[in-house]
T-cell receptor, first 112, second 114 residues
Framework: DAKTTQPPSMDCAEGRAANLPCNHSTISGNEYVYWYRQIHSQGPQYIIHGLKNNETNEMASLIITEDRKSSTLILPHATLRDTAVYYCIVRAPNTNAGKSTFGDGTTLTVKP | EAQVTQNPRYLITVTGKKLTVTCSQN?????MSWYRQDPGLGLRQIYY???????DKGDVPEGYKVSRKEKRNFPLILESPSPNQTSLYFC?????????????FGPGTRLLVL
């Protein structure tokens, strides 16, 4: 699986959009980009994933650059409850299929 | 309700006293995995299982055992716990590992080994 690089921390004002970047310059053509978050020692929670196209669900939007070397997770209207560690992961289907690596993630702090 | 459950949620034990942390999922998922989380080291995978009777090592398997006799259960066994196994443990499951799947995590088990 490709390695990812995320900033260690970010702040965001409540009600504003939070844009969390992730670099995955060595991503392969069949690797998906996944985002999870972990709120204060709770179990990580899946947010969204994508391959090439931008994706949106009720929680967030995922923007993947055309060359797929980076992506951005967007929380459109951040709330205090969005304060968490956000993990960006890339995974390929059926390649070391069982192994799963979470990096250090980005600690997002949403401030009033 | 679809969920992954872990028991116990908190455990204090002493060095060398065998213990088991249970993990159960009710989603008929094929894949299950155990992670430990330590300050500054993030989530590290201990063991995973692709299906019943199929298990393999993750990144930090030393000192741990697992078994997968039933699809829904994936217990983590510490035969002789040591203080360096004090950690927060998470179990996770997913439908498969095709790249389409997402992992569902349990609430965590906080273990202190004295």
């Amino acid at each position: 699986d490709a390695k990812t690089t995320q900033p260690p921390s970010m702040d965001c004002a409540e009600g504003r959009a939070a844009n969390l970047p992730c670099n995955h310059s060595t991503i392969s053509g069949n690797e998906y980009v996944y985002w999870y978050r972990q709120i204060h020692s709770q179990g990580p929670q899946y947010i969204i994933h994508g391959l090439k196209n931008n994706e949106t669900n009720e929680m967030a939007s995922l923007i993947i650059t055309e060359d797929r070397k980076s992506s951005t997770l967007i929380l459109p209207h951040a709330t205090l409850r969005d304060t968490a560690v956000y993990y960006c992961i890339v995974r390929a289907p059926n390649t070391n299929a069982g192994k799963s690596t979470f990096g250090d993630g980005t600690t997002l702090t949403v401030k009033p | 309700e679809a969920q992954v459950t872990q028991n116990p949620r908190y455990l204090i034990t002493v060095t060398g006293k065998k213990l088991t942390v249970t993990c159960s999922q009710n989603m008929n998922h094929e894949y299950m995995s155990w992670y430990r989380q330590d300050p500054g080291l993030g989530l590290r995978q201990i063991y995973y299982s692709m299906n019943v009777e199929v298990t393999d090592k993750g990144d930090v398997p030393e000192g741990y055992k697992v078994s997968r006799k039933e699809k829904r259960n994936f217990p983590l066994i510490l035969e002789s716990p040591s203080p360096n196994q004090t950690s927060l443990y998470f179990c996770a499951s997913s439908f498969g590992t095709s790249g389409y799947e997402t992992q569902y995590f349990g609430p965590g088990t906080r273990l202190l080994v004295l």
